[in-house]
């Protein structure tokens, strides 16, 4: 009797020490909440990791930026449009590690101050889940689209692949009246503009999305450094829908060919 009292404690005692440490070795999946503090501020963003994800390996990893009415300090909106809608119709397409941030409401960013801060939110996630440096790839829409091109001239050689949707280089002029900070660094509308944008991105491969009846942002800036990619010796795709509006990043995640050709590139 005494023996099999002391053999049950000595079973649980056991089975105390051992369960920390089986739920420490599990890792929750999907879209996670973190936070970021950089000069004083406090952002936070998302960060999705695949199903299947594990510490011993290296991971593809994709920093996405949303559109403007995404913007907001929740850390969630971002997580509706665009490419997270993609993710969760169909998560197996998707065996990377995404990175979310959020840009404030009445910023923008093309803004250095939120390219900065996207860049952290990406160094974290990368150190943090094991994202590989070699495949790190960088994509947005609208606003995001336009982030993604200045994010990608001001960081050459840090992303294996890019893919702007329905973005532009040269800002319209509502933004640039409201930030002296973008109105410094705004690329004038003139060929050297999208030649100096082509240079710094050099032959980075690059998969534009536009749609031809967008009235937001117009398809022509698309097109530009479409031309000025392929005049530099670029590595472009380009693909314009034809009678499709602003609303061209659904018909660009949905699209079977961007996955397999996003994660094939490599540094």
């Known amino acids: 009797m005494r023996f099999t009292l002391s053999l049950c404690l000595t079973f649980f005692v056991v089975s105390l020490a051992i369960a920390p440490r089986a739920t420490a070795r599990t890792q929750e999946t999907g879209f996670l909440d973190h936070t970021l503090s950089l000069h004083g501020a406090t952002y936070k963003y998302q960060v999705y990791l695949p199903e299947n994800w594990s510490r011993k ?17 929740d850390g969630l909106l971002q997580t509706d449009v665009g490419l997270p809608r993609a993710i969760r119709e169909n998560r197996s397409r998707f065996p990377a590690i995404v990175v979310l941030p959020q840009c404030p409401a009445g910023h923008q960013w093309t803004q250095l101050k939120m390219e900065e801060m996207a860049m952290a939110a990406l160094a974290a996630a990368t150190k943090t889940f094991k994202g590989d440096p070699k495949r790190t790839y960088l994509t947005g829409l609208s606003m995001g689209g336009s982030g993604s091109w200045d994010i990608a001239a001001r960081n050459p050689g840090k992303f294996a692949a890019v893919v702007p949707i329905c973005g532009r280089i040269v800002p319209s002029q509502d933004p640039i009246n409201n930030f002296s900070d973008l109105a410094e660094d705004a690329y004038p509308d003139n060929p050297k503009s999208y030649a100096d944008v082509a240079q710094k991105i050099g032959k980075t491969p690059v998969w534009i999305f536009h749609g031809g009846s967008d009235d937001t942002v117009p398809v022509d800036g698309s097109r530009k450094m479409n031309d000025a990619l392929k005049a530099a010796g670029g590595n472009v795709r380009y693909t314009e829908y034809p009678g499709v509006g602003h609303n061209s990043w659904d018909k660009a995640y949905a699209e079977p060919e961007l996955m397999p050709w996003l994660l094939s590139k490599s540094l």
């Open 57 to 73: 390996q290296k991971w593809p990893i994709i920093l996405f930026l949303h559109g403007a009415g995404e913007r907001g300090n």
